[in-house]
């Protein structure tokens, strides 16, 4: 494997195809120390698009630790405003936004979580009370997450080898997941988001009521929200410039209805969340809400997410994802939901996305809610699909329409 060279294409992946960055736009980019390596081809290659600036905002591991560890009790319930001010200013001059980062799941492992759950709250209300979550969640600003190893990440998938070795394998499996390893990622991408624009179009024009899910331990029933978009692949911001929010992306989105959702559920993939695995969830929904839950590890992580806000127990997405895909198909659990969720079919708990609404990033919040779409300060995805889950949709006659079978598209 020629790592130099896979940087440089993975570089130009995220911004050419992911952020789609055009001439005259500025960058603003999140990373790790880890990502360092991709960052510094990415910079280069926004500025030969014609980059009018590039900010980059480096964080550290060690350093975020220290904050959960020794920071004073009084400051988890506080987030700085200045922080997203400065965002919405950078998203109002036209910079779009390039997050590319390694997760240890295993980083918070001693870390008080209510502190965890605590400050992550306190964040996402002011960005939710600034209008920055607005941006994002509408289309305003383009937005592109991809991931890059690190040790801690890494030996938790590889744990028999050496640390040198358990990141390069890693490596193999993001360039992989990400069609890196082909000869024009690029083109391969384009291919690749023409298949899920078929599997989008097919659901928008089966105009569904409703979803079933069967499997071991899940036996649940999803009503859309009324007026809902199946969204796949790229999706266009609100200036109509099309990009990927997600590197790898493998799935079709949509918004189920916040209060009619009912029957159990059982997850299949482990979810790391805030630093930690919670593993072996188990779901009651009534009414649309989580009324039951219980996991076999990290169940209390969860709990606290869920608490984080009333509507924090309800669902703001629902993702069709192919078990016969990619990343599925390493055979491996990467214990990070960037890739998890995309191995999987998959729910997330918490915020639903404007733009799988139709006319929904014009439409008024209190519209949207009246339709179902569920308005939260968290959104957490978690995995429900695998080869023995089946899937079935439901039009307003109710004519049956098999979706998913032992896993895999039927349609």
Known sequence: MNLDQNLIKYADLL????????????LYMSISTDAIPVARYAVKRAYELGAKDVVVDVSDDQMNLARYLYGGEDIFDIYPEYKALYLKNLYDDNYQHLIIRAQDPTLLKDVDHSRVARYGKAAARVMQDTGVQA?????RTRWTIGAVPCVGWAK??????????????????????TRVDQEDPVAAWHQHDANLHKQRDFLNNANLEKLHYQGPGTDLMVYLAEGHEWVGGSKDST??????????????????HSHKVDGILRATKPLNLNGT??????????????TEFSAEIGEDVF?????????????????LVQHDSPISNTGLVFNNTLF?????????????????MKDGTEASLKDLIERG??????????MVGAADVDLTGYAFDGTAIPLLRNGNWVI
């Not at 200036?239 to 189920?256: D, K, L, Q, R």
């Not at 869920?306 to 997405?317: F, I, K, S, T, V």
């Not at 969720?341 to 404007?354: L, T, V």
Request: net charge negative; aromatic share 12%; proline share 3%.
């Open 303 to 319: 709990v606290k997410q869920m608490n984080q806000d009333e509507n924090a127990r309800r669902l703001g997405e629902v993702a």
């Open 156 to 177: 938790t998938i590889f744990p028999d080898v050496s640390d040198e070795e358990a990141v390069e394998k890693l490596w193999e499996n993001i360039f992989y997941a």
């Open 15 to 26: 911004v050419r195809a992911g952020i789609n960055l055009q001439k005259g736009e500025g």
């Open 373 to 382: 779409a569920n308005q939260s300060l968290v959104h957490t995805d978690f």
């Open 135 to 139: 941006y994002r969640m509408s289309g």
């Open 277 to 290: 695995l919670v593993d072996g969830m188990n779901f009651v929904f009534k009414d649309g809400a989580i």
């Open 340 to 356: 998890d969720e995309n191995a999987s079919c998959h729910f997330a708990i918490g915020q639903s996305y404007a733009y799988a």
């Open 239 to 256: 200036a109509g410039i099309p990009f990927f929010a997600n590197m790898p992306t493998e799935e079709v989105f949509s918004t189920p």
